[in-house]
């Protein structure tokens, strides 16, 4: 019998850091969300982007909390339900020295009165306390986490609903916990925390960490499983699990090939990070909006290694099982017997015998490894430490990567002038960040003129009048995405025929078709009484007022002055 004792719980409200790497346009279903609890039994919250999650849950003696009906909706409104029931299936504990070999959840139960945790404000700061029959046994809270997305320049911060529960058994509190994101993504928790059990003299099977005749913390393993019944979309039984790889093209390993492999049958998988694999559950006939199928892929993150126990534990030999349905098929090891045809002590790999999958409610088993090597900070009460996977949805919606549509970038031409009756063709330049097609349109233009609005010529014939017009240019990019711009547009009468409008003639009485203004300062050498820049006029002081009449005048030097030049 392993003992139980209550111990102190460091504050279970943590602060989770979330490093995020990334929902819009339609699919073709939509399904309608649909719980089958009652109210104080459900959970559902909408997050700023739009997107929401609703779920069931309920408390099993053995399991503890259990989130049923689980229900994504993505920020464009599209509802699909992904799983039919997210279990803990077992916290397995051997320890290095083969002394005790605990099955926590099947054997003790996370859920009974005297294992549940009674949730104090404390454990749950910020959060809300969910009873069961006056108990506080869930703390649901909104945790907002670092940028999901950053795109140009809009950084986007996510958002994700946390619910966890607090058991106690032997010395150890469980926090398990699930992470759900307003992105879709799903990450199932387990903290550990409370006390070191078991004690001895060895340090081979541990470390000491602190005096007397048994000053060695043993080491041992949390092997935790999980149970999860995808039920992705309208129909629970046309799920199919597929294992996906990256395999080396040749010996030099600088290419690989992607490698997809549906599994018809009941399997037991590994890890195997030479190949990059991982796992995806995908529905056989929902698709989104590009024809790709919505699944869900299932990451492994903690990797650095996993328990292989002896002959008596075959489920610890790999990492992931898929089987089909049935209820009596609860844990990963020490099943009860059940009349539904489980036999007692079964296991994940008694389930695993060859049924076929095709057209069945399919269940996928995993699990991930935390070997605890006691350590002097673990004297009196350990610090918490944390082990999670990843559910990433893929293709749950088209484009599911980009935040939102980014509009086409469009530039300004500036202040135009023309001349009535005349031709004219100007070019409006715009370009989509996203590589989309631009239609043109325009509101404004001068009497006799047109926008094309495929490429953003404006052209035409001006009337005779004169005018002043204020232009408007948008650009809409495939998905609505716009931009505009305003520009003056005069339309004038040209007094001295050099072909120039008078708003835009620098010498408007003078015919001067090359505008030529050499000192820049806005009016053409023809009408500039100063046309090479301001000179010093010689006053009277500067000129001699005699000239000798003695000697021969000479000639010191002479000087051509040009037009294009001033002394």
Known sequence: MRPVSRVYIPTVGHNIAIGLLLLVCASSTTAQVTLSCSATYQISHSFSNGAKWDMCWELLDREGIVYSDVYYTTPSGIARRVFNSLALAQIHVPYDDDGARYHDVSDYGLGSSGHLNNLQQTDCPNGTRLQDNGKNVICRTIITGDQSALTGNTAVATEVLSVFSVSHVGAYNYIPEYRFFDTGQIEPVMGATGKLQRYGSDPAVGWPVRGGSSPVGISHLHNYYWRLDFDLGSNANDDVFEEIEFVADNASNNSFSKSVNSYSHEAARSINPATKRFWRVRDATETNAQGLAVSYDILALDTGHRDTGPSSEPFTYDDVYVTRQRDCERFISHNPSDPDGCASNDDVTDFVNGEALANQDIVVWFGITFHHIPRDEDEPRMHAHWNHFRLVPRDWTYASSRIANLPPVINNPGEQFNLPSSDTS?????????????????SGLPPG??????????????????????????????????????????????????????ASDNCPALANANQQDSDADGEGNLCDASPYGGCTSLSSSDVPKTISSSGTPTVQSTLDVSENGYV
């Open 449 to 502: 003129l047109g926008i094309n609005s495929n490429n953003g010529l404006i052209s035409g014939t001006h009337s005779s009048s004169f005018g002043s017009y204020n232009v408007n240019v948008s650009a809409t990019d495939s998905e609505g995405g716009i931009n505009a711009i305003n520009f003056d547009w005069h339309v004038g009468e040209d007094t001295d025929q050099d072909g120039i409008a008078n």
């Open 426 to 442: 100007l070019q409006v330049v715009a370009s989509d960040p996203e590589n989309q097609a631009i239609t043109f349109t325009a």
